[in-house]
Nanobody, 115 residues
């Protein structure tokens, strides 16, 4: 069983920045891609970004150029640097790692962007 713990959420004004962290209890990021999801009130959970220890990344179109996902394998940690935040980025952010039969998920961290 892998445990994921997110941190770094908070309240920030439009245009501000936050850096989310997700620490894994094992070195699973070394062998599997890692993903960030978010869920806003009344909306479905959506994939925001993904990264591998080899440097490959992908992003939701609406965050491309503003968010950066990176992996520090030595610390079993994945980061989501979020810049130029917008009110529509307000959501609970989760990190996740693919697994069968069930993916691993963190508990989530709240990001609130005020205008």
């Amino acid at each position: 069983q892998v445990q994921l713990v997110e941190s770094g959420g908070g309240l920030v004004q439009t245009g501000g920045s936050l850096r989310l962290s997700c620490v894994a209890s094992t070195s699973i990021f070394n062998i599997r891609p890692m993903k960030w999801y978010r869920q806003a009130p009344g909306k479905e959970r959506e994939s925001v970004a993904s990264a591998t220890v080899f440097g490959g990344t992908s992003y939701l179109d609406s965050v491309e150029g503003r968010f950066t996902c990176s992996v520090d394998s030595a610390k079993n940690t994945v980061y989501l640097q979020m810049n130029n935040l917008k009110t529509e980025d307000t959501a609970v952010y989760y990190c996740s790692v693919p697994n069968k039969p069930n993916d691993y998920w963190g508990q989530g961290t709240q990001v609130t962007v005020s205008s």
